[in-house]
């Protein structure tokens, strides 16, 4: 009960935002080991979603989302990312639709912290029809405890814009969160929530924000691999339905 209890805490006091449907992830602290590579492909169908263009942005409706994550470890408290992002679809929503860079430090594994601590800044460009605003900068604090079989992982993300109609709104708050417990020695099932209410203390109308949950399952079989799925609601107007996700990693 008090597992339970702890996952109501964290979902319930923090407000949520997705990803953009690329990369639908809650990060954890740890950071790629040094000398090592990682290759992600994270593959998103937005089963329903919007039909029309908002904002000069293509409708989600039916669209594939392929974004290719590769992550090299520097130091045992220093990785960089990059990613590709793809999107396929009819009506020309087939395309590459941009890059980022994604620079992350940890508190090394010597401080002995009660809590697993990162924190990511990832910047980068995306074409207008895919994202009206195309320049955009993430700031990703990553606080994650484990005990015995039950997982957190707290993600109080900030966001601006520096090209797009967001320009002027300063820093969105787009907090992520993730609770999954280990039913088997390879198998965790949780959810996980994304988010956005817009900018500090000038908080969207909540038929505006971003607000949905996944039910995730993670699978543990070889610490070589990282196999991630789940399928997702959205619960307000602004949010896409219904999204299926799988995100599949090898390291090197």
Known sequence: ?????????????LRLKAQDNYEI????SETVEKGNTMVELHSNY???GSNTATNGELPT???????????????PWFETGFYFFNSI????????????IRPRVAA???WNWPVGVSISTEFGFQKSAFSANTSTLEIRPIVDKKWNKLYISVNPTLEKSFAGPDVNRGFT???NVKGSYDVTKIVALGLEYYGST???????????????????????FDPKWEVNGGIGYGFTSNTDKAIVKIIIGRRF
Not at 61 to 75: A, D, Q, R, S, Y
Not at 89 to 100: E, Q
Not at 198 to 220: R, S
């Open 108 to 110: 090394p594994q010597s």
């Open 173 to 175: 708050f787009s907090p």
């Open 46 to 48: 937005t089963i329903n």
């Open 198 to 220: 817009g900018p500090f203390f000038h908080y969207d109308a909540f038929k505006q924000q971003d607000h949905q949950l996944f039910v995730a399952t993670d699978v543990n």
């Open 61 to 75: 409706n039916h669209v594939v989302h392929e974004t290719i994550e590769i992550t090299h470890g520097w130091t």
């Open 1 to 13: 009960m008090k597992y339970l209890c702890l996952l109501a805490f964290a979902f319930i006091t």
């Open 25 to 28: 992830q809650v990060y954890g």
């Open 89 to 100: 679809g009819d009506g020309g929503r087939t395309a590459y639709v941009g890059s980022h």
